[in-house]
């Protein structure tokens, strides 16, 4: 399994986990984490490659490795994400770098799968 399945399985046993704590206020915000992501003013398209940016400013690489999954499943290509990272890192500075690296290294994985277009 790659760091990226490993991913995968672990954010999903410690999302059922937290389900399954059956608290409202937790259920509320996912479920406002997954409505936010739909299309509205702007398209869920876009809101995926925001989601990514925000992600590497804020340093979060599991954010990061889910936005990279959804912005490969909206048909984003390699040299668009790789545009999108470099405002991020224009926004955050020098500290996004080892973010920037992580973001690569899944976009390699997610190329070895074919999920990647471009």
Same mark, same amino acid.
């Given at each position: 399994m790659s760091k990226l399945d490993d991913f995968r399985?672990? !954010?999903q046993r410690m999302n059922e986990k937290i389900?399954?704590?059956d608290h409202l206020g937790v259920k509320r915000f996912f479920n406002l984490d997954t *409505?936010?992501?739909r299309d509205g003013a702007l398209d869920g398209k876009t809101k995926e490659l925001l989601g990514l940016v925000a992600s590497a400013?804020? !340093?979060c690489n599991d954010c990061i490795d889910y936005h990279l999954e959804q912005c490969a499943k909206e048909g984003f290509?390699?040299?668009?994400?790789?545009?999108?990272l *470099?405002?991020?890192l224009i926004v955050g500075g020098s500290i996004v770098i080892p973010h920037f690296r992580h973001a690569v290294a899944t976009l390699e994985q997610l190329q070895q799968e074919g999920s990647l277009a471009g």
């Open positions: 399985a672990e !954010r389900m399954n704590l *409505n936010t992501y400013v804020l !340093r290509t390699h040299a668009q994400i790789i545009d999108a *470099n405002v991020a």
